[in-house]
């Protein structure tokens, strides 16, 4: 039996941003699409060029370019690199999918987290956050936006809640 290179094992395992993730996404099949992609054994770097799209379930991911690192047959980090990349998924429990887009995009397993660099931006239900940095601590499902440059601000728009709507009452 023939064994499948690392690099395709790698693409096997890459695992959707799973902190804005539906659960059953990760059952679901992978599907890359690139211009072009080389896949480095050695280096353990597989790199996607040109109009990059990955779809699993509800997950859509799309960039220029995207660059997994690898090392003991184990993704290490994900960067998508767009004008802008651009991320979408359905949370569980919810009726919306979550958007999200930077020009740069990095993905870490250890710790896992979720990094957005330059003019990030995350909107889900209507309510937006916009900064030049948004971090995401997935276990701990905690977000850090914000960079020390001064003239850089974190933005933050929240939809006031509906209320609930109430049956007319009938008048004699």
């Not at 109009?51 to 980090?77: C, F, H, P, W």
């Not at 767009?82 to 979550?98: C, I, L, M, S």
């Not at 003019?119 to 499902?141: H, W």
Request: cysteine-free; aromatic content about 4%.
């Amino acid at each position: 039996m023939n064994k499948l290179p690392r690099s395709w094992i790698l693409l096997l395992l890459l695992v959707p941003l799973q902190g804005w993730a539906l659960s059953t996404d990760r059952e679901q099949p992978m599907h890359i699409e690139a211009d072009r992609v080389e896949l480095d054994d050695a280096t353990g770097i597989s790199t996607y060029h040109g109009n990059v799209k990955v779809t699993q379930g509800t997950m859509k991911l799309t960039g220029e370019l995207m660059t997994i690192y690898s090392a003991d047959n184990e993704i290490r980090k994900v960067v998508v690199d767009g004008e802008p990349a651009t991320y979408q998924q359905r949370p569980d429990n919810k009726d919306e999918d979550v958007h999200a887009r930077a020009q740069r995009m990095e993905y870490y397993t250890e710790p896992e987290r979720i990094i957005m660099l330059r003019d990030a931006q995350v909107t889900q239900e209507g309510n937006v956050l916009r900064s030049q940095r948004i971090e995401y601590d997935v276990p701990r499902d905690k977000v850090n936006a914000g960079t020390d440059e001064p003239d850089e601000r974190v933005h933050i728009t929240i939809q006031p809640k509906t209320a609930p709507e109430r049956p007319e009452s009938a008048t004699p």
